[in-house]
């Protein structure tokens, strides 16, 4: 590892978004002891309580780029050493824009603060289908993604650099538990994208990953986080709708291929030490009722 990294050893974590990666993420962080205190951001009040019984301290915190954060929250927030973000952007939903401005109320509020280290949760969403192999070089401007408002928030929160180490961790889709892929298909008919290859991550080497990147050193780089086998679609789907007895999705051949992209994870396995709990999509763990 460069001179760039730096271990934590018992320092104070604090995770934007403790929701349905960070909540177990915090958990977990809790088992193994390498931090002197859990702090977690929600925008609603009911999992305060679920907060405190884990005993993660618990911030009420809604990123609307047209208020202001709440200067004393804040700053409890932020009084910390490291900050996971992990905030879905919700880009379906948001107008376009919003989840750069979100990030950039997230980056002017660390310049005010102690924290030193920052691991950005963001995903290969970003890269476009080019029908081949894609790596972390391939998208650094907005202008070359599928998901451009993604890459700004990016490039905000990389902006700390070099006062901050910066981290950000392009995810692949993150599945697991109650995201099973057979749920959002079952049924469907004659669908054509059937031998496109799958990017997927599972939840729990999410964590693991994070996790690794804590302990072994946070470095400025960006790394995609995938696992390490890539079968097709239609295995996944036909598979997951299998363990729950959900009717199958049927597929036709189109008259020309998809098109589709596999995200290369090379570089951060080349970087860190990390053991996939489950490199094989196929033979990921779900089930109906999530843990969270």
């Not at 954060?69 to 927030?77: I, Q, R």
């Not at 952007?89 to 603060?113: C, F, L």
């Not at 890269?127 to 998208?139: A, F, G, W």
């Not at 202008?143 to 700390?160: F, T």
């Amino acid at each position: 590892m460069s001179e760039e990294v730096s271990k934590v050893e018992k320092k104070r974590i604090s995770i934007l978004g403790c929701g349905w990666l960070g909540f177990p993420l915090a958990k977990r962080l809790q088992e193994i002891g390498i931090t002197s205190g859990i702090k977690g951001s929600t925008t609603s009040a009911s999992k305060l309580d679920a907060f405190n019984n884990a005993d993660i301290e618990g911030y009420l915190m809604d990123l609307k780029p047209e208020t202001a954060l709440d200067t004393v929250v804040a700053n409890a927030f932020f009084d910390t050493d490291v900050v996971v973000i992990a905030v879905p952007p919700r880009m379906s939903k948001n107008e376009p824009g919003t989840y750069p401005a979100q990030m950039q109320m997230v980056a002017d509020a660390i310049r005010n603060s102690p924290v030193k280290e920052i691991i950005f949760v963001s995903s290969t969403g970003i890269y476009p289908d080019l029908n081949r192999i894609m790596e972390e070089s391939d998208v650094d401007m907005p202008e070359k993604s599928a998901l451009p408002d993604m890459v700004a928030a990016e490039n905000i929160i990389a902006s700390l650099r070099p006062d901050r180490t910066v981290a950000i961790l392009r995810m692949s889709g993150l599945l697991g538990y109650n995201r099973i892929p057979g749920k959002y298909v079952r049924g469907k008919k004659e669908m054509e994208t059937g031998n496109i290859p799958v990017n997927y991550i599972h939840r729990d080497d999410a964590v693991g990953v994070i996790i690794a990147v804590l302990e072994q050193g946070v470095v400025n780089d960006t790394l995609n986080i995938v696992t390490p086998l890539h079968p097709v679609r239609r295995d996944v789907y036909e598979r997951s709708c299998a363990e729950f007895g959900w009717e199958a999705p049927t597929f036709r051949e189109p008259e020309t291929m998809p098109d589709y992209k596999v995200i290369s994870g090379d570089k951060f396995e080349k970087m860190y030490h990390y053991d996939f709990k489950y490199p094989d999509p196929l033979n990921f763990h779900y089930q109906l009722e999530d843990v969270f």
